[in-house]
């Protein structure tokens, strides 16, 4: 009797041992994979450094002076002529190199005398000594400025440009009053297609008058963009 | 009086002999049969396999935001991901996923600073196989913004009686609809514009293939 109900108790707690083993299997699959590749898969941006500046021009009461003279004007200090520099620096890992322009911005409508128009002529040079890697053409033409705003310059830094620590000349801007358009005259007669500065008869000078200051004013903004890409545009210095 | 003490002594040891016999008999039946089935009951484990394999790797450099249409048509070494995965199954199936993961930092010591999850874009495809089913997460199919990681990039089911495997492409790149240059121009700052070009410099992305499977 008492070899019976061991029994049963012994088959009784293999039977509950053999749920709880198959209750608790059917929690748990019975096969599981996990795997993380070894190789990482990476995208990183590169380099474009690109800087730009631009002299100011800043001539008041400035007469009109042949082109011949304007063009030999080196600095800005000369009175009639003005005269301001446009440089970069620039580097970049992308083989598309930096594409940047030179534009004239903000041009105002300069003033009339007898319904003609006075503007400045402006000229633009581009350097001699660009910086290996790099290269400026300009397609404008001496003469006024058109509309408000003008391209003045394109130029491009290569990948492989040689290394600028500082920013480098690249164009030359003038403008003056061509003397063959606004002419000074010795006297007191007017001339077609010209217009006098300004004659004291009394003193024999030439001197500004109002309303030739008046007339003279004229402005514009030198702007400088970095297009990377063909369509995309990066911050430049504006004078 | 001896006669008593005789019938004590014989009933008990016919009373012994009787447990005796009682005990034993628990062991023995007076009766036995024994019979050997002539067909076997059998249980046996079925074959299971299940792999990963990882192929080739993305590798962009100097790399530029271009548009949706363009991250899913690049081709090429260094421009793609492959891998494969291989399986098959006796009986019943191997659920699989396959999820992006971060990557490791950039070996390029100039390359500190992680890209936004917001401006990589991700896709994968794969052709058809019997067997190896494939559902790709809605929208990484035509290319779409991580978001964050990790990924799952879309679940699958091994099927296949014998082994069978399925090829995978994965597509990475920084895609332009949200990662905008501050225009010169216009000079603002536009809303969804994430970055400017001086934040855009010397930043990388990494992530890593992760495949579970169970059955």
Same mark, same amino acid.
């Given at each position: 009797?008492?070899?019976?109900?061991?029994?049963?108790?012994?088959?009784?707690?293999?039977?509950?041992?053999?749920?709880v083993?198959?209750?608790?299997? /059917?929690?748990?699959?019975?096969?599981?994979?996990?795997?993380?590749?070894?190789?990482?898969?990476? /995208?990183?941006?590169?380099?474009?450094?690109?800087?730009?500046?631009?002299?100011?021009?800043?001539?008041?009461?400035?007469?009109p002076?042949?082109?011949?003279? @304007? *063009?030999?004007?080196?600095?800005?200090?000369?009175?009639? #002529?003005?005269?301001?520099?446009?440089?970069?620096?620039?580097? %970049?890992?992308?083989?598309?190199?930096?594409?940047?322009n030179?534009?004239? %911005?903000?041009?105002?409508?300069?003033? $009339?005398?007898?319904?003609?128009?006075?503007?400045? $002529?402006?000229?633009?040079? #581009?350097?001699?000594?660009?910086?290996?890697?790099? $290269?400026?053409?300009?397609?404008? %033409?001496?003469?006024?400025?058109?509309?408000?705003?003008?391209?003045?310059? @394109?130029?491009?830094?290569?990948?492989?440009?040689?290394?600028? %620590?500082?920013?480098v000349?690249?164009?030359?801007?003038?403008?003056?009053?061509?003397?063959?358009?606004?002419?000074?005259?010795?006297?007191?007669?007017?001339?077609?297609?010209?217009?006098?500065?300004?004659?004291?008869?009394?003193?024999?000078?030439? /001197?500004? $008058? *109002?309303?030739?200051?008046?007339?003279?004013?004229?402005?514009?903004?030198?702007?400088?963009?970095?297009?990377?890409?063909?369509?995309?545009?990066?911050?430049? *210095?504006?004078? | 009086?001896?006669?008593?003490?005789?019938?004590?002594?014989?009933?008990?040891?016919?009373?012994? !002999?009787?447990?005796?016999?009682?005990v034993?008999?628990?062991?023995?039946?007076?009766?036995?049969?024994?019979?050997?089935?002539?067909?076997?009951?059998?249980i046996?484990?079925?074959?299971i396999?299940?792999?990963f +394999?990882?192929?080739?790797?993305?590798?962009?450099?100097?790399?530029?935001?271009?548009?949706?249409?363009?991250?899913?048509?690049?081709?090429?070494?260094?421009?793609?991901?492959?891998?494969? +995965?291989?399986?098959?199954?006796?009986?019943?199936?191997?659920?699989?996923?396959?999820?992006?993961?971060?990557?490791?930092?950039?070996?390029d010591?100039?390359?500190?600073?992680?890209?936004?999850?917001?401006? !990589?874009?991700?896709?994968? =495809?794969?052709? =058809?196989?019997?067997?190896?089913?494939?559902?790709?997460?809605?929208?990484?199919?035509?290319?779409?913004? +991580?978001?964050?990681?990790?990924?799952?990039?879309?679940?699958?089911?091994?099927?296949?009686?014998?082994?069978?495997?399925?090829?995978?492409?994965?597509?990475?790149?920084?895609?332009?609809?949200?990662?905008?240059?501050?225009?010169?121009?216009?000079?603002?700052?536009?809303?969804?514009?994430?970055?400017?070009?001086?934040?855009?410099?010397?930043?990388?992305?990494?992530?890593?293939?992760?495949?579970?499977?169970?059955?």
């Amino acid at each position: 009797m008492n070899n019976n109900s061991s029994k049963q108790v012994l088959l009784s707690v293999i039977g509950v041992a053999i749920l709880v083993v198959a209750v608790v299997g /059917v929690s748990f699959a019975f096969f599981s994979y996990s795997v993380t590749g070894e190789e990482a898969n990476t /995208v990183q941006t590169g380099t474009i450094v690109f800087t730009g500046s631009s002299t100011r021009m800043n001539v008041t009461n400035a007469f009109p002076v042949a082109a011949a003279t @304007a *063009d030999v004007v080196e600095d800005d200090t000369n009175p009639n #002529v003005g005269y301001a520099t446009v440089s970069v620096k620039g580097n %970049t890992t992308y083989d598309s190199g930096i594409d940047f322009n030179v534009r004239a %911005t903000n041009i105002s409508a300069g003033g $009339t005398y007898d319904g003609k128009a006075i503007k400045p $002529t402006v000229t633009v040079d #581009v350097s001699t000594s660009l910086p290996e890697g790099v $290269t400026v053409t300009s397609d404008h %033409t001496d003469g006024a400025l058109s509309g408000t705003a003008e391209v003045l310059a @394109a130029g491009k830094i290569s990948k492989n440009a040689a290394e600028m %620590t500082t920013e480098v000349p690249v164009l030359t801007i003038r403008a003056f009053y061509d003397i063959t358009k606004y002419h000074i005259s010795d006297t007191p007669e007017t001339i077609t297609n010209m217009l006098p500065a300004g004659w004291d008869a009394t003193n024999g000078v030439i /001197v500004p $008058t *109002d309303t030739w200051n008046t007339l003279s004013a004229y402005s514009f903004k030198i702007e400088i963009n970095a297009v990377e890409g063909g369509s995309a545009r990066l911050p430049g *210095d504006v004078a | 009086m001896e006669n008593n003490v005789k019938k004590g002594t014989i009933l008990s040891v016919i009373g012994v !002999i009787l447990v005796i016999l009682i005990v034993v008999s628990v062991s023995y039946a007076f009766f036995s049969y024994t019979k050997t089935g002539e067909t076997s009951n059998q249980i046996s484990t079925g074959e299971i396999s299940f792999k990963f +394999i990882d192929g080739n790797e993305i590798n962009l450099t100097n790399a530029f935001p271009i548009s949706t249409a363009e991250g899913v048509a690049l081709t090429g070494e260094n421009n793609v991901c492959t891998f494969v +995965i291989k399986g098959n199954i006796a009986k019943g199936d191997i659920d699989y996923t396959i999820t992006a993961v971060e990557g490791d930092s950039s070996s390029d010591p100039t390359k500190t600073k992680r890209f936004y999850d917001e401006g !990589i874009f991700m896709y994968i =495809e794969s052709d =058809e196989v019997e067997g190896v089913s494939f559902t790709p997460t809605e929208g990484y199919d035509e290319g779409k913004a +991580i978001g964050s990681l990790p990924l799952v990039l879309g679940t699958g089911t091994v099927s296949a009686r014998t082994e069978t495997s399925r090829t995978f492409t994965v597509k990475m790149w920084i895609d332009d609809s949200v990662v905008k240059i501050k225009d010169r121009e216009e000079n603002t700052d536009t809303t969804d514009s994430i970055y400017t070009s001086g934040e855009y410099m010397s930043l990388y992305y990494s992530i890593k293939i992760k495949v579970e499977a169970n059955a």
